[in-house]
């Protein structure tokens, strides 16, 4: 018997003059395999007067995977990284214990800024680890009747991406024109479909931009339809054994854990070492549960 499809609505956040639209984590579905957070920016436009630069802040216990439609971005990190990123590039960036980067606008004044940054969540057996950082431009491309897809992350048929990863996930783009396409997945895999442009049918059910179509597990393959052009972003993995706890830029297991995350932030610990940005270091208040007066 074939799973449901459940669609899941997600929000729209800020960050800084950027319109981001969240459609994970949310209160129906916390993750999708190791995925544990989609933020879809734009398309905005890029004018004198926008900036969507975002200045340094921490993360740990987590890889960024940053994936553009449009535009570019510039990637620095406390790891001496210094990496532009255009459509069809990944950027890949494991936090592991800590880790701090800044994402910039390369001096570009025009065009249109539109992309993904998603999370995964580091298992047990790395989130304590060195951070690194990845860039890859050449991916591996699948094609097949109305849809070509690049492989970001994992297996798909007998292709695999060079990107590193720690548990048992996938992540691909998919290009669909009008009309079915079908493709094989794993039946052990829990999955999740992220529409970026256009409009997707999935078993009779539409999935348009910010949303979530989560898809569950038990499937041998999955039939898409566009109506005209769209582009999809497909994620799925083994379900996440570990009980998560996301706070902020951190993905731990306590408020304890997370306690600690942003004090070695806030106290400039050398945890996140020094990111080479002419911006401001982002910095948010103490979690609630620090503030005696609540
Ligand atoms: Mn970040």
Redesign the pocket.
């Known amino acids: 018997m074939t799973p449901e499809v459940e669609i899941l609505e997600g929000r729209v956040a800020r960050i800084g003059a950027l319109t981001v639209r969240r459609s994970l984590p949310t209160r129906g579905c916390r993750m999708v395999g190791a995925w544990c957070f989609v933020d879809h920016m734009g398309p905005q436009a890029i004018t004198p007067d926008v900036s969507v630069d975002?200045g340094p802040?921490p993360?740990s216990g987590l890889q960024?995977v940053t994936w553009l439609l449009s535009g570019a971005f510039l990637h620095r990190d406390s790891l001496g990284s210094e990496q532009l990123i255009r459509p069809g590039e990944l950027n890949l960036?494991t936090a592991g214990h800590g880790v701090a980067?800044s994402?910039e606008n390369p001096g570009m004044t025009s065009g249109q800024l539109h992309g993904l940054?998603l999370w995964v969540a580091q298992p047990a057996g790395t989130r304590e680890g060195e951070a690194s950082f990845e860039h890859h431009h050449a991916l591996p491309q699948w094609e097949s009747t109305n849809v070509a897809a690049t492989v970001l992350v994992g297996t798909h048929d007998s292709l695999e991406s060079p990107a590193r990863r720690d548990s048992d996930h996938g992540g691909m783009e998919l290009r669909l024109h009008g009309g079915e396409a079908v493709l094989p997945v794993r039946r052990d895999f829990e999955y999740g479909l992220i529409v970026a442009e256009g409009v997707v049918e999935v078993e009779g059910r539409l999935v348009e931009p910010g949303q979530l179509a989560y898809l569950g597990l038990a499937r041998d393959e999955l039939t898409l339809r566009a109506h005209g052009r769209a582009t999809a972003m497909l994620i799925g993995g083994i379900p996440f054994e570990e009980r998560v706890f996301m706070w902020w830029?951190f993905v731990a297991r306590s408020a304890d854990e997370v306690s600690r995350m942003w004090q070695d932030w806030a106290t400039g610990d050398e945890r996140y070492g020094r990111v080479a940005s002419s911006f401001a270091r982002i910095e948010t208040a103490a979690p609630v549960w620090l503030n005696p007066s609540l």
């Open positions: 975002v802040h993360h960024t960036m980067h994402e940054q830029n």
